[in-house]
């Protein structure tokens, strides 16, 4: 069975710049969820899916930060603009289950490096 | 609210036991163990739920203690292969809320 699959696995962008990363979850998984892990650091929830809905996106910086996940499927994570302190990993994972008392599957996530 | 773990890193030879704490502040409705290795991705080890039965995976095991609101990861016999930084997430109150991860425990198994 494939895991969650990333792309691209390192991003190096200058500030200001936008950037965008995507994510297949496991075949069959209808929740999906996007974190982030700075060095040093467990991973932190930035929003989470049921299909096609959002339904966990308070941590989610709205500002900068956008997220979509069209079909139930796939999923892709934008920042526009990035600023420094968006340098960490971007994880993607997923899971059978509707609530997070679910074993959750991880991908090798998208290492952010802004300049 | 973060959970604390500790010990923050710890170093073992194979066979050797270790314990890894995770404590909140918080009532707790259940706490998920994972491991990472270097640069990859978080795997799952098991979930202890409230009320729930202390879990196992291979040689390693974990409590859960409701009242103290803490969980403990167990690995007895340790080998090479368990070296990483282990990661408690921690689900509050009644349930079905985002998991808050601890800062992780670094453990490097040697030879």
């Known amino acids: 069975e494939a895991g969650v699959v990333q792309s691209p696995r390192y991003k190096i962008i200058e500030k200001k710049q936008p950037v965008a990363f995507w994510c297949n979850p496991i075949s069959g998984h209808n929740t999906l969820y996007w974190y982030l892990q700075n060095l040093g650091q467990g991973p932190e929830l930035l929003i989470r899916?049921?299909?096609?809905?959002?339904?966990?996106d308070s941590q989610l910086p709205k500002d900068r930060f956008s997220a979509e996940r069209l079909k139930g499927v796939d999923s892709t994570l934008k920042i526009q603009p990035a600023e420094l302190g968006d340098s960490a990993v971007y994880l993607c994972?997923?899971?059978?289950?509707?609530?997070?008392?679910?074993?959750?599957?991880f991908g090798p996530g998208t290492r952010l490096t802004v300049l | 609210q973060q959970p604390v773990q500790s010990p923050q890193a710890v170093i073992l030879r194979e066979g050797e036991d270790a314990v890894i704490n995770c404590s909140s502040s918080?009532?707790?409705?259940?706490v998920h163990w994972y491991r990472q290795k270097h640069g990859e991705a978080p795997v799952f080890l098991m979930i202890?739920?409230?009320?729930?039965e202390q879990m196992r995976h291979e040689k390693i095991s974990a409590s859960f203690n409701e009242k103290k609101q803490q969980s403990s990861l167990y690995l007895t016999a340790s080998q090479l292969s368990y070296s990483g930084t282990y990661f408690c997430g921690t689900e509050m109150g009644l349930g079905n809320t985002p998991l808050v991860f601890g800062k992780g425990t670094r453990l490097s198994v040697i030879a």
């Open positions: 994972a997923s899971s059978l289950g509707a609530d997070y008392s679910n074993e959750q599957f």
């Open positions: 899916y049921e299909n096609e809905e959002a339904v966990d």
């Open positions: 202890l739920l409230k009320g729930g």
């Open positions: 918080k009532a707790l409705y259940s």
